[in-house]
């Protein structure tokens, strides 16, 4: 036959696998690592020795109770560690248990156990769903027992999950322990995962996928993080678990992953998503930064059978990818005959992932296993998944629907699957459900779609009309915020669907005429995810709501009324009226008033950053420089295609802030192709030496806001398949966060631009303007209040900081920065990371304590003044906004009196506390504190903690390898960044400081002081704090280099200023009509510092202005803070043809451009 | 057009399948001797596979 060499059929790679059963794999662990944890969750951790004790003791009760080899157990229980202790004792008694969770619908949970010849059912939930039940014994869980050998062969079943059936009844796929062992060892193989894994234990028992949550982990020594009911109900719950638990390997289904965002999950390096089709947008969003797998498997092959890696460059249909280790695909024609490759069939799998089949069904297990007629050993079965694919071009297989879903329109054989790719390439559609339903004229289809704003029916038509037969139109279409999903599996629900499509369809528009904002919006959230419009005594349960709506629900309430409430309250009083009294009585918050379509507006961090610009032209410490190495061809034009595709959707990227008398204001330009120099450095004779320097200073580049783009791109060629993409961007339109955006967004327009199909984005909710404008309506509303927070809590705290030196601090502040990093050592990082947990907080909380308290012990003052970073990206329309969404708050850190844990308490508090009140930007609270202002320092903080901690996100173009290139920073805009990070595994900081202050040799011993205190106290967190350890930090650190804690007094001593006369000089009453003018005041004296009298930054932006003009003299901002009333700066204008001091600062500017650098630590924005 | 033919096929594994009347058996498997429309032989597989655990798990068992 000569379609042999052309027919679809991939085979995964040979892997041997152990011949045992899995409860011999977790014995033989625990015998290796008995203290090591096994499972966790929160406070309650079951090391190895524990669950296999633990697990003895239930093997030992079963067999009391006549249970063991050959027999199936059922388990019962709540999602506590204890679950995983009753699933290890039934396979450690030899049997083979099936899942009975608790709290589902009980008839089908007691014929399940019937269907399944259960006799014992263990776990805390087993007597009260079964102590009734006659013929079953109800165990709870006993205590330890002495382990006992398993008497299990591995062709035993292991378990028996109960799948819901066509006809209705379930069916339960018979899972053996070579089934699942061989599994475990492919997908461990595969994703690398070993002792320290910790994976995400949120799979319901039910589902196949559970097998990897536990047998991974227990398998290799690793931990599973067990998720409780509630954690795994509010993605908010869900994605603090993951956070706190580090959470570092894990499956979990699109529809649940789309409500977590990947910036606050940074461990989560390893995820594997499937159970249904992974959206290309998903992909996308959760690619860069870890290994993205896609996972598909049938329960009847043991979970997953096929798998590949997923970037942000695969589109719609998404690839699944290729066989798993020991497995093989063939992609079949109804007669089960080779479809030529890249034809679409039906996918079959053959391996020893192969269930024995369906308990008591044998014909459905004789249908649905058949000859394989393809492989090489005979006998062999081959399962048929009845899913459509096709194998794509590079060879991965590609899901394009359900084979068993055809139906009749019109007469014409309709495969429901076929319509759904098509709709989901749809520009602006991200998910698609296509359902027939018995219409008027017959069967009819139904589309649902997300998001809730995809095209409407004309875009959809004008898509679809050319791609599908008229009758493959649909009929109707339902957009929806999200598709409804199966409580137990995360899957999508289609008997949901059809009902829904069967019901009258509710609009969004049917709404009473009567409600208020708050009912409305309750109400047009409710119909989106629940389908019908509720009456007031509607019950969510009632109306098909699962703990999966829920989360949504709560997630919608969250993200489009800033509202918080509870999963718990759905269920406990569940009518639609007291959801609306609930989110009526939850606290109001920022997301009002959000409005759309706003001219270009600076925001008050704008404003800030516009400011300090003017203060120092000539540095870049504000800069962010990102640079990754390409390997493989570079389409230049369609790179710079790709950079105007991006500037044309987030338009901050062309602003132009000019300013007119003073007043900085925002214009935008309108799209031009963006410039992309090729510096070609193949012929350099130290091309790696001359790259350095070159990203250096292009990392240093002095943008002018005023007349060109904030931003720069310049791409340096070292060979004809290598290069080096690097872009340099003004912080005030950008920030840490909009780093993964611009990657995302570069990805899929380069992809464009090289003419691949890639599907279009929905246009942006929001603009970077609509934040300003909504900013400065939310800090009108808050400020009073907030500023009251902040001059309160503030009220007493020390106002400058500084630590130990080596150099007088320059009379004007300069920029220059390194750079410098510690990690914690292995002992010290589990101490700490054991106390956040004990504490019920972050990593950061203890880090900041420390660093306290090592200031403590540095200056011998009990508090100080730190600087914290907060994202103002409050609400879900900004999440993909490029710009400058960060503030900068002061954080009062207090040490002393105090043992450790109480220390890191407080940090804790203080780290949350500081978030909340985001009304009354620094400048605000710096004025209404009354510091002074001081050429010198960064007014109030002068040294930043910044615990935002964003995974380097990766970029990722189309046919290229791209690999970070580290940058240095171009700057340092306080004396001392402090970053939390996390590098291979562990805790650690990373610093930039400036070298005008400190010796990098001071630094580094104080980063490696601080690593050890914070490992001390960490390990003894009881003892009074200042007793731990008192020999840190070293002299060295401790003690300035002498002479250096002065200011430097560059300036010649002044001439006394002119004293006691009543007569103003021309000069002097020029300045002081001026302040006047600007100030709003009748008066002001010749003495008044400018900043006691209602003056601030931007006030003084506009006095240069007027000054400037009037004087037509070159006057810089600086010279007015350095001579902050109107007799001094009149003085120094006057008499002013010699400034040693500001030409001293030119100097060192020039001399900081110039100067090497140290190698730094791996590139790291700045906040 | 008539409906297709099926047989009862077995391995040595004893597990059993259904496989097209007009197409070579694969390797390994045997026909029982039934034969008839699909839904016939599922049917005749219900009645005669009545130990579905593998042969080779069965006979270490006893």
């Known amino acids: 036959m000569t379609d042999t060499l052309t027919v679809s059929a991939v085979h995964g790679p040979d892997l041997l696998w152990p011949d045992a059963t899995l409860a011999d794999l977790i014995t033989a662990q625990a015998a290796r690592t008995p203290d090591a944890v096994a499972v966790r969750q929160w406070d309650t951790r079951l090391t190895y020795r524990q669950l296999v004790d633990r697990a003895a003791g239930v093997a030992a009760a079963l067999r009391e109770h006549g249970a063991g080899r050959g027999d199936r157990v059922g388990v019962c229980g709540a999602r506590t560690p204890d679950l995983v202790v009753a699933v290890v004792g039934v396979l450690l008694a030899g049997a083979a248990y099936v899942p009975l969770e608790p709290g589902g619908p009980r008839a089908r949970l007691r014929g399940i156990a019937r269907d399944a010849g259960v006799r014992v059912v263990v776990g805390d939930g087993a007597a009260a769903e079964f102590g009734d039940e006659p013929g079953v014994t109800a165990l709870g869980l006993p205590g330890p027992a002495l382990l006992a050998p398993c008497p299990a062969r591995p062709g035993d079943p292991a378990y028996v999950l109960f799948t819901s059936g066509s006809t209705g009844r379930p069916k339960g796929v018979l899972t053996t322990h070579r089934n699942a062992v061989e599994f475990v060892t492919g997908v461990s193989a595969l994703t690398g995962a070993d002792a320290s894994v910790r994976s995400l234990g949120i799979a319901s028992l039910g589902f196949d996928a559970a097998t990897m949550d536990l047998f991974v982990p227990l398998t290799l020594g690793g931990a599973v993080q067990l998720l409780g009911a509630d954690d795994r109900a509010d993605p908010v719950r869900l994605a603090r678990f993951v956070a706190e638990h580090e959470v570092t390997w894990g499956f979990i289904t699109p529809t649940v992953l789309a409500l977590l965002d990947p910036a606050g999950l940074p461990s989560w390096r390893v995820l594997l998503c499937g159970g249904e089709a992974v959206p290309a947008e998903l992909a996308a969003r959760w690619?860069?930064?870890?290994?993205?797998?896609?996972?598909?498997?049938?329960?009847?092959?043991?979970?997953?059978?096929?798998?590949?890696?997923?970037?942000?460059?695969?589109?719609?249909?998404?690839?699944?990818?290729?066989?798993?280790?020991?497995?093989?695909?063939?992609?079949?024609?109804?007669?089960?005959?080779?479809?030529?490759?890249?034809?679409?069939?039906?996918?079959?799998?053959?391996?020893?992932?192969?269930?024995?089949?369906?308990?008591?069904?044998?014909?459905?297990?004789?249908?649905?296993?058949?000859?394989?007629?393809?492989?090489?050993?005979?006998?062999?079965?081959?399962?048929?998944?009845?899913?459509?694919?096709?194998?794509?071009?590079?060879?991965?297989?590609?899901?394009?629907?359900?084979?068993?879903?055809?139906?009749?329109?019109?007469?014409?054989?309709?495969?429901?699957?076929?319509?759904?790719?098509?709709?989901?390439?749809?520009?602006?559609?991200?998910?698609?459900?296509?359902?027939?339903?018995?219409?008027?004229a017959g069967a009819e289809l139904v589309a649902f779609l997300t998001p809730a704003g995809a095209p409407d029916d004309d875009g959809l038509r004008a898509y679809a009309a050319s791609r599908l037969t008229t009758a493959m139109l649909p009929a109707r279409t339902v957009r929806l915020d999200a598709l409804p999903v199966s409580a137990t599996t995360g899957k999508l629900d289609r008997p949901a669907l059809r009902e829904l499509a069967a019901a009258t369809p509710a609009t969004v528009d049917d709404v009473p005429a009567d409600d208020d904002r708050v009912t409305g919006a309750v109400r047009r959230i409710w119909t989106r995810l629940l389908g019908t419009a509720p009456a007031p005594d509607s019950d969510f349960l009632a109306a098909g709501g699962n703990s999966v709506a829920a989360m949504r629900l709560v997630a919608?309430?969250?993200?489009?009324?800033?509202?918080?409430?509870?999963?718990?309250?759905?269920?406990?009083?569940?009518?639609?009226?007291?959801?609306?009294?609930?989110?009526?009585?939850?606290?109001?918050?920022?997301?009002?008033?959000?409005?759309?379509?706003?001219?270009?507006?600076?925001?008050?961090?704008?404003?800030?950053?516009?400011?300090?610009?003017?203060?120092?032209?000539?540095?870049?410490?504000?800069?962010?420089?990102?640079?990754?190495?390409?390997?493989?061809?570079?389409?230049?034009?369609?790179?710079?295609?790709?950079?105007?595709?991006?500037?044309?959707?987030?338009?901050?990227?062309?602003?132009?802030?000019?300013?007119?008398?003073?007043?900085?204001?925002?214009?935008?330009?309108?799209?031009?192709?963006?410039?992309?120099?090729?510096?070609?450095?193949?012929?350099?004779?130290?091309?790696?030496?001359?790259?350095?320097?070159?990203?250096?200073?292009?990392?240093?580049?002095?943008?002018?806001?005023?007349?060109?783009?904030?931003?720069?791109?310049?791409?340096?060629?070292?060979?004809?398949?290598?290069?080096?993409?690097?872009?340099?961007?003004?912080?005030?339109?950008?920030?840490?966060?909009?780093?993964?955006?611009?990657?995302?967004?570069?990805?899929?327009?380069?992809?464009?631009?090289?003419?691949?199909?890639?599907?279009?984005?929905?246009?942006?909710?929001?603009?970077?303007?609509?934040?300003?404008?909504?900013?400065?309506?939310?800090?009108?509303?808050?400020g009073e209040t907030d500023l009251a927070w902040w001059t309160a809590h503030l009220a007493g705290a020390p106002t400058a900081l500084d630590l130990p030196r080596d150099r007088p601090r320059p009379a004007v502040q300069t920029y220059a920065g390194a750079e410098a990093a510690v990690r914690l050592d292995e002992t010290a990082d589990r101490a700490v990371r054991d106390l956040a947990t004990r504490r019920g907080t972050t990593v950061a909380a203890v880090l900041l304590a420390a660093f306290g308290e090592l200031l403590r012990r540095v200056t011998g003052g009990d508090e100080h003044v730190l600087g914290a970073i907060v994202a103002d990206r409050r609400l879900a329309a900004f999440d993909e906004v490029i710009g400058f969404f960060i503030d900068t708050v002061p954080v009062r850190v207090r040490s002393g009196g105090a043992s450790f844990a109480e220390q890191v308490d407080r940090a804790a508090a203080e780290l949350h506390d500081v978030t909340a009140h985001p009304g009354a930007p620094l400048e605000r609270i710096v004025e209404a504190l009354g510091v002074g202002r001081d050429t010198s320092r960064a007014p109030l903080v002068q040294v930043l903690f910044n615990v935002l901690n964003f995974v380097a996100?990766?970029?990722?173009?189309?046919?290229?390898?791209?690999?970070?290139?580290?940058?240095?920073?171009?700057?340092?805009?306080?004396?001392?960044?402090?970053?939390?990070?996390?590098?291979?595994?562990?805790?650690?900081?990373?610093?930039?400081?400036?070298?005008?202050?400190?010796?990098?040799?001071?630094?580094?011993?104080?980063?490696?002081?601080?690593?050890?205190?914070?490992?001390?106290?960490?390990?003894?967190?009881?003892?009074?704090?200042?007793?731990?350890?008192?020999?840190?930090?070293?002299?060295?650190?401790?003690?300035?280099?002498?002479?250096?804690?002065?200011?430097?007094?560059?300036?010649?001593?002044?001439?006394?200023?002119?004293?006691?006369?009543?007569?103003?000089?021309?000069?002097?009453?020029?300045?002081?009509?001026?302040?006047?003018?600007?100030?709003?005041?009748?008066?002001?004296?010749?003495?008044?510092?400018?900043?006691?009298?209602?003056?601030?930054?931007?006030?003084?932006?506009?006095?240069?202005?007027?000054?400037?003009?009037?004087?037509?003299?070159?006057?810089?901002?600086?010279?007015?803070?350095?001579?902050?009333?109107?007799?001094?700066?009149?003085?120094?204008?006057?008499?002013?043809?010699?400034?040693?001091?500001?030409?001293?600062?030119?100097?060192?500017?020039?001399?900081?451009?110039?100067?090497?650098?140290?190698?730094?630590?791996?590139?790291?924005?700045?906040? | 057009m008539a409906e297709p033919r099926f047989l009862v096929v077995r391995n040595d594994e004893e597990q059993y399948s259904i496989w097209s009347a007009d197409r070579d058996l694969p390797a390994g498997w045997h026909d029982t001797g039934f034969a008839g429309s699909r839904e016939e032989c599922l049917a005749h597989v219900d009645e005669v596979w009545t130990d579905m655990r593998p042969r080779s798990v069965r006979e270490a068992l006893s």
């Open chain 1, 287 to 440: 690619a860069p930064g870890r290994r993205f797998l896609n996972g598909y498997g049938p329960t009847e092959t043991t979970v997953l059978a096929v798998t590949c890696d997923l970037t942000p460059a695969d589109t719609d249909p998404m690839p699944i990818g290729r066989p798993l280790p020991n497995h093989r695909a063939y992609v079949v024609d109804a007669d089960l005959r080779p479809v030529p490759a890249g034809e679409t069939g039906e996918l079959l799998i053959g391996g020893p992932g192969l269930a024995d089949g369906y308990l008591n069904r044998p014909g459905l297990t004789a249908e649905r296993f058949v000859p394989d007629p393809f492989g090489d050993v005979p006998g062999e079965r081959l399962y048929r998944t009845g899913d459509l694919v096709r194998q794509g071009p590079d060879g991965r297989i590609v899901y394009l629907g359900r084979a068993d879903r055809q139906v009749k329109v019109r007469g014409q054989r309709i495969e429901l699957g076929e319509i759904e790719a098509v709709l989901a390439a749809c520009p602006g559609v991200e998910r698609v459900a296509v359902e027939a339903v018995p219409g008027p």
């Open chain 1, 556 to 782: 919608a309430l969250r993200a489009e009324l800033g509202r918080q409430v509870d999963t718990g309250v759905l269920f406990a009083d569940r009518t639609f009226a007291a959801l609306v009294d609930r989110v009526r009585a939850a606290d109001p918050a920022d997301a009002d008033g959000l409005t759309t379509g706003n001219p270009p507006t600076l925001s008050p961090p704008q404003r800030r950053l516009w400011f300090m610009d003017q203060l120092a032209p000539s540095s870049a410490p504000y800069n962010i420089a990102v640079a990754h190495r390409l390997r493989g061809p570079l389409d230049v034009t369609a790179l710079g295609a790709a950079l105007r595709a991006v500037a044309e959707r987030h338009d901050v990227l062309r602003w132009r802030i000019p300013c007119n008398g003073g007043v900085p204001y925002a214009v935008r330009e309108e799209p031009t192709d963006v410039a992309v120099p090729v510096i070609d450095l193949t012929g350099a004779a130290d091309p790696d030496g001359e790259l350095a320097g070159m990203l250096a200073a292009g990392a240093g580049h002095a943008f002018d806001l005023a007349t060109g783009p904030p931003w720069q791109v310049t791409v340096y060629r070292l060979a004809a398949q290598e290069h080096v993409l690097a872009v340099t961007l003004h912080h005030a339109v950008f920030d840490g966060w909009s780093e993964a955006l611009l990657y995302d967004e570069l990805a899929l327009a380069y992809a464009r631009a090289l003419g691949r199909s890639v599907p279009g984005r929905p246009p942006l909710p929001a603009t970077y303007a609509d934040y300003a404008v909504w900013r400065a309506d939310r800090d009108r509303r808050r």
């Open chain 1, 953 to 1167: 996100p990766r970029l990722t173009l189309t046919g290229l390898a791209a690999e970070p290139v580290p940058v240095p920073k171009p700057g340092s805009p306080f004396d001392l960044t402090v970053y939390v990070v996390e590098r291979d595994g562990r805790a650690g900081v990373e610093v930039v400081h400036n070298p005008d202050l400190f010796t990098g040799e001071r630094i580094t011993a104080l980063l490696a002081d601080l690593a050890d205190l914070v490992g001390a106290l960490a390990a003894d967190p009881d003892a009074p704090a200042a007793e731990v350890a008192p020999e840190l930090p070293r002299p060295a650190v401790r003690v300035a280099a002498l002479g250096a804690m002065s200011v430097a007094t560059a300036e010649p001593a002044r001439a006394p200023l002119p004293a006691g006369s009543d007569a103003l000089t021309a000069t002097e009453e020029l300045i002081a009509g001026i302040w006047r003018d600007v100030l709003g005041r009748d008066a002001v004296g010749v003495s008044d510092n400018f900043f006691d009298i209602g003056g601030h930054s931007m006030a003084l932006a506009a006095v240069h202005a007027r000054l400037t003009e009037a004087t037509g003299r070159s006057i810089t901002m600086l010279d007015l803070f350095r001579h902050p009333t109107v007799r001094a700066l009149a003085a120094s204008l006057d008499g002013a043809a010699d400034r040693p001091e500001l030409a001293r600062a030119a100097m060192r500017a020039a001399a900081r451009r110039g100067r090497a650098r140290r190698t730094p630590p791996p590139r790291r924005p700045h906040p």
